[in-house]
């Protein structure tokens, strides 16, 4: 009989996303320590690739379906499948990753199925939107919910768990950071030449690039005309966009409107986040909320100088990578500065930054071991 622990991990889907690549070190990490399962909850979005990802160390994936007329129905619905799955299987530890205070049905209906260990870990930091969705008073009302049935509350910086737990509980919160696999981005030029080669670039164009959903939060349509703005001095600059989600359409529609066809690339998905991290020159992330987000932390473990929104936690900054710019400000302001920051960064040694990451305790394996000590309740 295995002496490993049993962990479900509970999210909505599997995707090109900063969670899922966390989550996957956390498997890959711990695989002779844990086993893992997943419940989805929305799982006709996930990625196929990811799933596969993740099944060929063992884990089973369960995706549970529900629906409803309205929100009370939905949530009335998803607690019931999740309680008759959790009456068919066995757990030492429920994991909830989230950023919706409403998940804490999860939580609830894991500790009456008598789950001993439930964690509820904050990813994101949506302060800066949310309210006008909800009012106020229901959503201290959720997060007290969470606090109540939770017996262990995580975040993966103080931002996320700013939003997530109420202010009484924070002392509660384990700050437990993102971490990556540092050997996968320490810098090499001859990726880069292949990968610029790809693209059809030159080697003196300038190339911006993003990566994430194409969602609202990440502000892609902000990005599109602030590089339509740098065009005006940097004609030949180039814009690389990957990822995929709601706002795909929109987006080709407005680089259409503004003549930018032959100006931006985007890749809806790939597993050579690497290589094009190589190949940029700067890595521009006007989102207009974040947790922790991990492509920015891949993006400096390469060198890259990024040029980001104000609002964006600094507990991640790699020294002299990180330039700021007011999420209010024109698209000009945006473009000028990326000008000068790619000018500036222009003949640097960027293998020189993938030190930093373990320094500031980012990396997989330190990740990987605070969360299974987490598991074991210390």
Known sequence: MSDKLKVLLIRGMLYYDGVTSVEYEWIKTLHDRVDYDYVLLDPDKSVPEKEAAVEAFGVHVYPLR????????????RVAVVDQFLKKHHYDVVH????????????KVAREN???RVIVHSHNAMQHLHG??????FV????KQIARYATDLAACSKEAAA????????????IIHNGIN??????????????REE????????????IGRLADQKNQLFLVDIFNELVKSKPQAHLLLIGNGEREADLRAKIKDLGLEEKVTMILSTDKIPDYLFAMDAFVMPSLYEGLPVTLLEAQTTGLPCVISDVISSEMDFEGLIFREDLQAEPAAWAKLIAQVASQASGQDRRQYASQLTKLGYDKQESAEQVYQMYLGK
């Open 66 to 77: 529900y629906s409803g007329r309205n929100s009370f129905e939905s949530h009335r619905n």
């Open 96 to 107: 909830i990753d989230t950023d919706l205070p409403s998940r804490y049905d999860m939580a």
């Open 114 to 116: 008598g789950v001993k």
């Open 132 to 137: 006008i969705q909800k009012l106020p008073g």
């Open 140 to 143: 201290t009302y959720e997060r």
């Open 163 to 174: 939003w997530l737990f109420n202010p009484k509980d924070q002392g509660r919160v384990q």
């Open 182 to 195: 540092r050997d996968r981005y320490v810098f090499a030029e001859e990726k880069r030449q292949a990968t």
């Open 199 to 210: 693209l059809g670039l030159t080697a003196d164009q300038l190339l911006l690039g993003n």
